[in-house]
């Protein structure tokens, strides 16, 4: 069985306990994460077989976020190592009215130091059949755009899916490159486009509104810009507070649009790496499923997540048809 490539960052999470605001707490709670490697596990707990590709440091601290990625059954023999530390994020949880509040430490962090001369693509791509990549991995170093940019340019080469999330953080661009730039530059390469009228607005520079008639121009406008882009798709986020929100999925696959209803996540536990889950249950699902399915049971999976604390999502196949099928009340498994 080939597997599905991820690269990006390896992050530590510190929070502290439940919904406490750091002046408040003594105690901090700390998880592993980051974007793409939130994908790739939840990808393995669906039953494939992933390899994730980053740079870690070289301490007990890199040690352990290994171990821990290695626990799902994530290939890390294409880790390398730093001499600086592992990234950090510092996470406040939100409440009801109160939103949830992030400041990151990532800025001189290992994964920075990574280089195209340290990932043997031809060697993994030729044992893969999907790569995913997101807009947070070149916003953070010239070494890790230059090297995601030379795994795309083999993975088109030998035909390999390629699902792009181009997220747009302003705050993350600081050495030089442009933005609007690198991200267009990247979507050449890319088939699937995970993302909505934000994210095309920003790599086409157009001002479409967020109906669903305008989602669709967009999507062909999308389509004419980056012609290897077969099919696109969206997750809705309709926040009601902090601790409740709806979400749904729509779809422009180039012949038919289709919308999703909504999930009702009346008591979020945990919306942090949401957006990964609903990525990786569509890489899932689009090697399971027809376009209208995968995207039902990716935002199945999105809304699975917001159970889980941490940023990984642990949800099974079983447990989100269980959601698809209707099984929604939370009663004791027996």
């Known amino acids: ?32 994460g980051g974007t793409e490697v939130n994908v790739g596990i939840s990808i393995a707990n669906f039953g494939e077989k992933v390899k994730h590709i980053s740079c870690v440091s070289n301490d007990f601290v890199g040690d352990t976020a290994i171990k821990y990625i290695q626990k799902f ?4 023999s294409a880790i390398v190592r730093s001499d600086k530390p592992l990234g950090v994020y510092f996470l406040e949880v939100g409440a009801v009215m109160r939103p949830s509040a992030i400041s990151y430490n990532r800025s001189h962090s290992s994964f920075s130091d990574i280089k195209p001369n340290m990932v043997n693509w031809e060697g993994i791509l030729r044992k893969g059949k999907w790569i995913h990549w997101t807009g947070i991995t070149p916003a953070l170093s010239k070494g890790a755009y230059d090297t995601l940019k030379a795994g795309l340019i083999i993975a088109k080469k030998h035909g390999i899916t390629v699902s792009a999330d181009p997220t747009y953080r302003n705050g993350l661009w600081k050495y030089g490159e442009n933005a609007k730039d690198v991200l267009i530059d990247l979507l050449t390469y890319s088939t699937i486009f995970i993302g ?14 967020y109906s669903n008639d ?12 980056f012609p290897s882009i077969e099919k696109v798709f969206d997750k809705i986020r309709t926040p009601i507070n902090a601790s409740w929100h709806k979400i749904r999925a729509r779809m422009w696959n180039g012949k038919e649009f289709r919308e999703t209803s909504d999930f009702d996540i009346t008591h979020i536990i945990d ?19 027809d376009d209208y399915k995968s995207m039902e ?8 997540k917001h159970t889980y604390e941490g940023d990984v999502n642990y949800a099974t196949v079983p447990e989100v048809m269980g959601i698809l099928d209707g099984n929604i009340s939370g009663r004791f498994n027996r």
Not at 73 to 76: A, F, H, K, Q, R
Not at 196 to 209: H, M, P, Q, R
Not at 297 to 304: E, I, K, N, P, V
């Open 1 to 32: 069985m080939k597997q599905i490539i991820t690269f990006g960052e390896v992050l530590m999470r510190l929070s502290p306990e439940g919904n406490k605001k750091f002046i408040q707490a003594n105690l901090l709670e700390f998880y592993f």
């Open 73 to 76: 059954g994530v290939s890390t």
């Open 196 to 209: 909505g009228i934000n994210e095309i607005n920003e790599v086409l520079d157009t001002k479409y509104e």
């Open 214 to 225: 305008d989602f669709i121009e967009a999507s062909k406008a999308l389509m004419v810009k």
């Open 271 to 289: 919306r942090i790496g949401t957006g990964d889950a609903f990525a990786a249950g569509l890489i899932y699902g689009l090697q399971e499923f």
């Open 297 to 304: 049971f990716a935002s199945a999976a999105c809304a699975l």
